[in-house]
Nanobody
Framework: QVQLVESGGGLVQAGGSLRLSCAASGLSIGTYHMGWFRQAPGKEREFVAA????????DHANSVKDRFTISRDNAKQTVYLQMNSLIPEDTAVYSCAATVWFNDLSEFRKYDYWGQGTQVTVSS
């Protein structure tokens, strides 16, 4: 059974940092491309960042570029999202996802497996 479990969310003041983790089990994470998405109340799910299976390709949404960094440690079956300079607009539930499809990693419909999500709240 495939499981993706996010952790590291919480409440932080604007300007602060958080590091999200996504621990995978039931699959060999190195054969999957991984993504982070977020969804705020009343808004559509939004692409945040993605990383290829080898880690050689990384994509970040324009809204988080230069503030967030995606990375992975295949030996630990874990993907990370380092979030710096957080702003209130970053408040959302953050979910990680796994896909075997390399093209269009920003499209959430391409992903096969999803975690339950972790809440990130940024206060002003």
């Amino acid at each position: 059974q495939v499981q993706l479990v996010e952790s590291g969310g919480g409440l932080v003041q604007a300007g602060g940092s958080l590091r999200l983790s996504c621990a995978a089990s039931g699959l060999s994470i190195g054969t999957y491309h991984m993504g982070w998405f977020r969804q705020a109340p009343g808004k559509e799910r939004e692409f945040v960042a993605a990383i290829s299976g080898s880690g050689g390709r990384k994509d970040h949404a324009n809204s988080v570029k230069d503030r967030f960094t995606i990375s992975r440690d295949n030996a630990k079956q874990t993907v990370y999202l380092q979030m710096n300079s957080l702003i209130p607009e970053d408040t959302a539930v953050y979910s990680c996802a796994a896909t075997v499809w390399f093209n269009d990693l920003s499209e959430f419909r391409k992903y096969d497996y999803w975690g339950q999500g972790t809440q990130v709240t940024v206060s002003s």
